[in-house]
């Protein structure tokens, strides 16, 4: 038999036929699970408790507390844990009523040990996915300040949540990297929030989102009659945050001669409304974003490098979301609990298949890719695949090409766990360091104690 973890799903049998109790017993045991079993519905509910990690499996006429008794007594503990009947043929029609009271399945006399075990192994899994579900809404509700604001169990979302402690309630200048969908604003509005400026203005800017023609207007203002509809003096964003912060996202589209304004303002500390020769002094935190490389495009004289010096003080890079598997399923269970709340719909549970689609999706769209996606499953868009097919990896969807794109992002994620020392992920995988060192090549993977020459033994 196999050894059973302590949080294991235990299979309750209650079964009043003693050589059925101990078939049924012996076959739960075989397959490897945790079983106990009881002669009587009365002594089995003991096992009944609120999220306790089991599923009764019961005969439906038995003297005393007969199986439909039990399972009302159950569902009144805990409506989620999973009852599956045993009905002889007389019984159907019992049996089906309870399936509408709530039992979750019913398996008719006589079955054979493989059929009872295969219906036995799905409310397990049912089970098992209610719990982790309830633990992740737990987590979730439990979670307070900076963690319940920058989600995550990574090691590297926790490495930014420390760098947004350390930073917020200075008043340095920050900028955030990190693919298109990774949070960026979010970790700008934590540093605010956290912050001694967090009582006045956050004010946000998409540098790519406007017109060059209108961006300096809207970045420093301008005075009634400066150009062409400019019927009155109008605050611009810097003025505005004034004694707050400023967000300024996708700093790399902003046009090379506004960039040099906006350094003359961090340097100064004023600025000019458009339409005037007066300044005013400004005392505002500047938070940038860029999804580019802004060292390289200064190298190629599309960024400024004394604004890139000026806003690059403190740096956080964020993560994309393919690199920190491990926080998707509390991220999708906070967004699923979001958009419940948001359409009024009941929190859906996810199925083990689709936590498995999740887990392995490389989530090109990162974080708000992954909003999307639970936003349509609580709607009930999404079907039994989550992701839609058209935002699939593509390939050329051989099953070598499958399975080596599954093989790279193990050998990744197992290096990630063990910060990329090759010894200890090769104990962890079961694979020879040959071997893996050859993977790593043939993926161009990197890792610290990779050799550069030929192949370890």
């Not at 340095?172 to 929030?193: M, P």
């Not at 109008?234 to 945050?241: F, L, M, N, P, S």
């Not at 063990?418 to 090769?426: E, I, L, Q, R, T």
């Amino acid at each position: 038999m196999n050894k059973q973890p302590d949080d294991e799903i235990r299979v309750v049998v209650v079964e009043d036929d003693e050589n059925v109790r101990l078939g049924v017993e012996q076959a739960m045991a075989l397959a490897g699970f945790a079983v106990e079993a009881h002669a009587s519905a009365a002594k089995a509910l003991a096992a009944a408790v609120p999220g306790a990690p089991v599923v009764f499996v019961s005969d439906l006429r038995m003297p005393g507390m007969d199986g439909m008794q039990l399972l009302e007594r159950v569902l009144a503990v805990d409506a989620q844990i999973p009852v599956v009947l045993i009905s002889g043929h007389a019984d159907i029609s019992t049996a089906v009523g309870a399936m509408r009271v709530g039992a979750y399945d019913f398996i008719e006399k006589p079955f054979s040990s493989e059929h009872i075990v295969g219906r036995v192994a799905r409310a397990v899994e049912k089970r098992r996915l209610t719990l982790e579900v309830e633990g992740l809404r737990a987590a979730l509700h439990n979670w307070r300040g900076i963690e319940a604001l920058v989600l995550g169990k990574s090691p590297a979302i926790a490495e930014v949540r420390k760098k947004i402690m350390r930073l917020a309630d200075t008043a340095v200048s920050v900028l955030i990297t990190g693919e298109t969908g990774t949070g960026k604003e979010l970790i700008a509005r934590a540093l605010h929030d956290y912050g001694g400026r967090r009582e006045h203005h956050f004010v946000a800017l998409n540098c790519g989102g406007l017109p060059e023609q209108l961006f300096e207007s809207e970045l420093f203002g301008h005075e009634a009659g400066a150009f062409t509809g400019a019927t009155r003096n109008r605050i611009g964003k810097i003025e505005w945050a004034d004694g707050g912060t400023l967000f300024l996202d996708e700093i790399e589209t902003m046009p090379i001669a506004l960039q040099i304004k906006l350094l003359r303002v961090l340097q100064e500390r004023r600025v000019e409304r458009l339409g005037t020769n007066d300044s005013t002094a400004v005392d505002c935190r500047v938070i940038a974003a860029s999804k580019a490389d802004l060292a390289a495009l200064s190298a190629d004289g599309r960024f400024r490098a004394d604004l890139l010096y000026r806003l690059n003080v403190a740096l956080i890079d964020l993560p994309p979301l393919r690199e920190r598997r491990e926080d998707v399923p509390l991220l999708f269970e906070h967004f699923v609990l979001a958009a419940a709340r948001r359409f009024g719909q009941p929190a859906p549970i996810v199925t083990a298949a689709q936590v498995s689609e999740l887990t392995t999706h490389q989530w090109p769209g990162n974080v708000r890719e992954l909003q999307n996606v639970a936003d349509r499953f609580v709607l009930g868009l999404a079907g039994d695949q989550l992701i839609p097919s058209g935002d699939r990896p593509r390939g050329s969807g051989s099953l070598g090409d499958q399975l080596a794109q599954f093989e790279r992002m193990l050998i990744e994620d197992m290096l990630r766990r063990h910060h990329g020392n090759v010894s200890s992920a090769s104990d962890e995988l079961g694979m020879p360091r040959k071997t893996l060192y050859h993977k790593l090549r043939q993926f161009k993977i990197p890792a610290k104690d990779a050799p550069a020459g030929r192949e370890a033994d």
